[in-house]
């Protein structure tokens, strides 16, 4: 089961589906859904925010709520 | 409903939608800020002319993802909605949605279209769609959604003719409630409906089940509604977590087809062009760099801004005491007005043109979207402490003030996390210090420069970093003392670079500037009124006294008349009340290397604490004087009788100093904090332990270097 944690740099998957059920409704609404395709753009300065882009939207995301979106193998 | 004279036409979008900028458009001037009753969530609101001579309310709601809210901004659209009793309940809703992120914008939208408001839908910011050859069909929208659709755009004030007479035109004729329902309740969501409606008296499925799922925190609903709301949720098996997922992926799912059908979307240049940006912007090691690159830059512009402006600001209110003085008899009522009055009206306005310039860089780096990227690179570092990267812009905005800071805490939906950065907020030199730290850094360092460096510049430099420092360490005090709850979030769009409104910065610069004037000034007015008093009046024997010894000591020494009134003046601010306090405190203070004098003038600061300087000039007789550089001057010829050593040296000077720093003198702050977090409780914290490490680090330097 992989993670947004294991993308690499400018990696690229598909979204499966979520681990945290309050968290989801969070990342649904602002259109993290499932079957989207999400880019992991960058790592924060200090570590621990992610700069994530998903169809137009740029967001940033605390690690654990990114260790919470499982994407497909 | 509610009964209006003007209908009341909400706005609502997603954040970073345009919505501002459209509500600046509409009501220009006319629009006021207030709060919304019980919260402490800004309300704005302002008229706007239809036209045909129909005027209607517009109201500006927080921006918002969805109807599930999370923070308390958020939930006052949810609160607002859910409730047609509500004073705030609209009758008619534009919504603003982004062309560029319409997929995403959406999802609200059709959440509003079931809630059966008329509604119109404006598409913002197609100027920037029509650039980049993005295509949007607001037809077939319009069919689609059943509600109509209007394309503008706020940037070149496109079409707002079109939408106000949409709107003028529907509301005449008591049109614009969407015509069906968009989404279909899952079984479950229909059971808690059909269990909850004949409780509630509802008449709307939707409005039924947000109730459902927002109940507890609802203010609409009585504590025993709530249970009741509960029980009969609870019978028919309701999962609010369950059922907000299924709704918000069955919204998805329905609209996310229309876009296929309606936008072409390849590679945006707006889009590219961010990406580059923020490939060196928040880069991991010029990321950083460039940012405390731009706050060197703010604070340079800031001080060497508002320079001139804040001497004609001086002269004009020095001239004005002077004027009133002139033509108005001499008595207590000319002082009160002149002394109290007018000095500390003065003591506000100065303050003006650092406040301005602050505000009006730092929504600059807001509005074309820097902010949000300093929030990221700092989310981290900032957790450390129990603070949140959001708490980067009240951290910055207290280099001004701490009022409009704290205010802007309101952003960061973790209680915890607010509270921590009202906490340490007022740590940071705010510009009333400046004025201090330029008499004292004198005493304390030599002029002449280092390496090429001004000394006394780097000793201001250190004194703005202790204070950072001392801000951040009480956050990690704060951060292990305090219960931690639950979970924060960061989750927070990125939105796209695009050139600044110059409409949105001014009017965020005017509500800004209007706030300190209001929030801090009635504190500083009516606190320079009680000093005013306790620095002029003093027990009836101990003035006579004064008087006659001052009259006594001019003859002496042959005074001329100007060099008799200040030594008058000085006699009496010595036993005057102020005087006596000055006194009563003084053992309490001598341990950190001050007289009474200085206790005078500590606790005239807390009207504001650069009233210190004016308090230096009356007490060491040098008259209405404001000018730093005489009043050090005089301060540094002052010996103490005792050891005939300055009273003003290097120990006494630095402690003086490190107090400054820490203590908390604004009672305007410990105002806003009371406001802010609902409880005297925490204004009062702030006050202790602030006073508790100033006393301290005074002491410790004194004690060590004294």
């Known amino acids: 089961m992989r993670t947004i944690l294991d993308l690499k740099k400018g990696e690229s998957a598909i979204v499966e589906q979520f681990i945290d059920e309050s968290l989801s409704c969070k990342l649904l609404t602002m259109g993290i859904l499932p079957h989207a395709k999400i880019t992991m753009v960058r790592v924060a300065p200090f570590g621990g925010a992610f700069y994530l882009k998903l169809n137009g939207l740029n967001v940033a995301v605390r690690k654990n709520e990114a260790a919470t979106i499982i994407i497909k193998d | 409903m509610v009964q209006r004279e003007k209908p009341v036409i909400a706005l609502i979008g997603n954040p970073n939608c345009g919505k501002s900028s459209l509500f600046n458009i509409l009501t220009g001037l006319r629009q006021q800020v207030g709060n919304f009753p019980g919260v402490t969530v800004d309300k704005k609101i302002g008229a706007t002319d239809l036209g045909q001579g129909t005027y209607a309310d517009v109201l500006d709601l927080p921006g918002t993802y969805s109807l599930y809210p999370n923070s308390t901004d958020e939930r006052i659209v949810t609160e607002i909605l859910t409730h047609p009793g509500n004073p705030n309940y609209p009758d008619f809703i534009i919504y603003v949605l982004d062309v560029m992120n ?162 072409s979307k390849d590679d945006l240049k707006s889009e590219s062009l961010t990406d580059a940006i923020d490939n060196v912007i928040t880069h991991r090691i010029f990321g950083p760099v460039i940012f405390f690159g731009i706050m060197l830059l703010v604070f340079q512009l800031i001080f060497s801004w508002s320079e001139y402006p804040m001497t004609w600001i001086e002269d004009a209110f020095v001239w004005g005491e002077q004027v009133v003085k002139e033509f108005l008899p001499d008595g207590w009522f000319t002082r009160l007005l002149t002394e109290g009055v007018i000095a500390g009206l003065g003591g506000i306005m100065v303050f003006i043109p650092q406040i301005l310039f602050l505000f009006l860089l730092i929504s600059f780096l807001e509005e074309v979207g820097y902010m949000s990227r300093a929030v990221f690179m700092f989310d981290k570092l900032f ?77 201001f430099m250190g004194l703005y970093l202790l204070s950072i420092v001392a801000a951040l360490g009480s956050a990690s005090v704060f951060n292990l003392i305090l219960k931690k709850e639950d979970h924060s979030y ?217």
């Not at chain 2, 769609?129 to 993005?134: F, H, M, R, T, V």
């Not at chain 2, 037809?139 to 503008?152: A, N, Q, S």
Request: hydrophobic content about 45%.
């Open chain 2, 383 to 459: 957790q450390k402490f129990g603070l949140n990267g959001r708490s980067i812009v009240a951290l910055v905005s207290s280099g001004a003030c701490a009022i409009p800071a704290i205010m802007s805490t309101r952003t960061i939906s973790n209680w915890r996390e607010r509270l921590i950065t009202i906490m340490v907020t007022p740590l940071i030199s705010c510009s009333a210090r400046i004025p201090v730290y330029t008499v004292l850094i004198g005493f304390v360092v030599p002029a002449g420069s280092i390496y090429g460096f001004n000394q006394q510049g780097l000793a």
């Open chain 2, 102 to 263: 319409m997929e995403r914008h959406l999802l609200l939208a059709s959440q509003l279209i079931d809630l059966k408001i008329p509604m119109v839908i404006a598409i913002n910011m197609t100027d920037i769609a029509d650039k980049e050859g993005l295509k949007y069909d607001s037809v077939y929208l319009e069919k689609k959604l059943g509600v109509k659709v209007i394309p503008i755009s706020c940037r070149e004030e496109r079409n707002i003719d079109v939408l106000k007479n949409t709107v003028l035109q529907l509301i005449k004729k008591n049109e614009g409630i969407p015509d069906t329902s968009f989404h279909s309740f899952s079984r479950a969501d229909i059971e808690t409906i059909e269990k909850l409606k004949p409780y509630l008296e509802e008449t709307n499925d939707y409005r039924t089940l947000l109730i459902a799922h927002h109940h507890d925190w609802l203010k609409s609903k009585s504590a025993a509604e709530k249970i009741n709301i509960k029980n009969l949720t609870d019978q028919a098996h309701f999962e609010s977590i369950k059922s907000q997922i299924n709704e918000t992926m069955g919204r998805f799912s329905k609209f996310t087809p229309y876009l296929r059908h309606m936008q």
């Open chain 2, 490 to 706: 960061l989750m927070m769009e990125l939105p796209i670079y695009k050139p600044p409104l110059w409409k949105n910065i001014f009017f965020t610069v005017k509500e800004k500037v209007l706030t300190f004037i209001i929030e801090a000034g009635k504190v500083i007015l009516v606190i320079s009124i009680i000093l005013w008093f306790l620095a002029s009046y003093g027990p009836k024997a101990d003035m006579a006294q004064a008087e006659k010894q001052a009259i006594q000591l001019a003859e002496d020494r042959n005074l001329d008349e100007t060099s008799s009134e200040q030594l008058l003046a000085s006699l009496k601010i010595e036993n005057s009340y102020a005087g006596h306090l000055g006194k009563f405190i003084e053992p309490v203070i001598r341990p950190l290397g001050f007289d009474w004098k200085i206790g005078i003038a500590l606790i005239t600061s807390f009207a504001a604490r650069e009233v210190f300087v004016g308090t230096m000039a009356t007490i060491y007789s040098i008259g209405g004087t404001e000018d730093e550089a005489t009043v050090r001057e005089r301060m540094a010829a002052e010996v103490n009788p005792i050891t005939g050593r300055p009273v003003y040296g290097f120990a006494t000077s630095l402690s003086l100093l490190v107090f400054y720093v820490f203590a908390m003198q604004c009672m305007s702050t410990l105002a806003v904090t009371k406001r802010e977090t609902k409880s005297w409780k925490w204004p009062v914290i702030q006050f202790i332990y602030m006073s508790l490490m100033a006393y301290t680090g005074s002491l410790l330097v004194y004690q060590i270097l004294g």
